[in-house]
C-alpha cells in the first residue's frame, strides 16, 4: 500500500512469503541507474532485509541519511526503515536475505551477543532507536559472500531439508557479520583510545603525567596502551607528550616576557638542563635565541641558563 509523506510517495513492502512456517526469501536484483534514480519513493517493510552490493556504485537513503554504497558493502534494513536507493553507476546489483524473526528466533536467545550485535533483531515495531545503526555498513569479506551463495544456491535447488539448512545458514551468516561487526568496532575503539590520548596531552600537557590513570580511564592496561599508540602513530606517548610541551614554550616564548625559567616550568619541565638540551634538538637554538628571531631582534651573545 502507498502513502504520501511530504514529496516522496511512501511505500510499506509485504514480501510474499509463501508460507509462515518459512517467512524467508533470497535474490539478486538489478537497479539501473536508468530507472531507478527517477523513483522518488521510500519504501518501509515488514520484515529483516540484509544486503550485499555486488556490483556498482551508488547510495542508500536510511531513515533521512545517506549512506555509500560499493562493491562488498554489506547493509542491514530493520523492519519500519524508511529507504530508497540512488545509483551512481549504470547499474547496482544487489543480494537481498529477508526474513521475519520467526525464522530464527528460537535460536537468537542462546547466542553470544558481543557488541550488542544480536540486540538488533527486535520484535517489529518494538525496535531499540538507539540500535538502529548497529550493524549498518560493513566492508565484507569473501567469506560473507560464499555464504549468500551457499543460501541463494539451497533456496534456489530446494533439496530435502532445505529449509532446516536454510535456518542453519542464515544463523551461520550472522554469525559471521557479527565477528566482522566486532573487528570493526574493536578497530574504531582502537582509534577512539589514541584520540583520547591525544586530546589529554593537549589538555593536561603541563602536569606531572599518571599513565596508570590515563590507561583506566581508557579502559587498558598500561603496557597495552603504550603499544597501542606506538602501533598507530609510530610515536610513544612520552615522546607525544615532549613534543606538546616543546610546542607550548616556543608559543610562550614569542608572545610573553616571562623568564625562559618560568616559562619552562610552566609548560611541565622541571630539569632545566634536560629542557636546553631537548628544546636545542629541536630548535637548533637556545630558549633565547628563538625568542629573539621570533621577535625579529638581532641575536646577540647568549649565556647558559639566561633568565632571558
Known amino acids: 500500500m502507498a502513502k504520501q509523506n511530504d514529496q516522496t510517495a511512501l511505500i510499506t513492502m509485504w514480501h510474499k512469503f509463501c508460507d509462515p512456517d518459512f517467512p524467508f526469501y533470497i535474490g539478486i536484483h538489478n537497479h539501473l541507474q536508468s530507472v531507478y534514480n527517477h523513483d522518488p519513493q521510500m519504501h518501509i517493510r515488514s520484515f529483516w532485509k540484509i544486503f550485499y552490493v555486488m556490483e556498482g556504485m551508488g547510495g542508500h537513503r536510511i531513515n533521512g541519511r545517506m549512506q555509500p554504497l560499493r562493491p562488498g558493502t554489506i547493509a542491514v534494513v530493520h523492519p519500519g526503515d524508511r529507504t530508497s536507493f540512488f545509483v551512481e553507476t549504470d547499474n547496482l546489483v544487489l543480494c537481498n536475505l529477508c526474513f521475519k524473526l520467526e525464522l530464527i528466533g ?3 536467545p542462546r547466542l553470544k551477543n558481543d557488541y550488542n550485535f544480536f540486540s538488533i533483531f527486535s520484535r517489529s515495531g518494538s525496535r531499540d532507536p538507539s540500535l538502529s545503526d548497529i550493524l549498518y555498513l560493513l566492508d565484507a569479506d ?3 559472500f560464499s555464504l549468500l551463495k551457499r543460501i541463494l544456491h539451497e533456496y534456489d535447488a530446494k533439496p530435502s531439508n532445505y529449509r532446516e539448512m536454510i535456518r542453519a545458514q542464515v544463523i551461520e551468516f550472522l554469525i559471521h557479520i557479527a565477528r566482522l561487526s566486532a573487528e570493526g568496532i574493536q ?3 582502537r582509534i577512539h583510545a589514541v584520540r583520547y590520548i591525544d586530546a589529554w596531552i593537549r589538555e593536561h600537557f603541563a602536569e606531572e603525567p599518571d599513565y596508570k590513570d590515563l590507561a583506566s580511564r581508557i579502559g587498558l592496561s598500561r603496557g597495552y596502551m603504550w603499544t597501542l599508540y606506538k602501533e598507530l ?5 612520552s615522546h607525544a607528550l615532549l613534543r ?3 610546542d607550548a614554550v616556543c608559543e610562550a616564548l614569542a608572545d610573553s616576557d616571562s623568564s625562559i625559567l618560568e616559562l619552562c616550568y610552566r609548560c611541565g ?3 632545566i638542563s634536560y629542557f636546553y638540551k631537548v628544546f636545542r634538538a629541536r630548535t637548533g637554538m637556545t630558549p633565547r635565541a628563538w625568542r629573539l628571531a621570533r621577535r625579529g631582534e638581532k641575536i646577540g651573545v647568549d649565556s647558559d641558563f639566561s633568565d632571558k
Open 142 to 144: 569473501r567469506t560473507a
Open 233 to 237: 602513530t609510530g610515536s610513544t606517548i
Open 106 to 108: 528460537e535460536t537468537l
Open 187 to 189: 578497530k574504531e575503539n
Open 269 to 271: 619541565f622541571n630539569d
Open 244 to 246: 606538546r610541551r616543546l
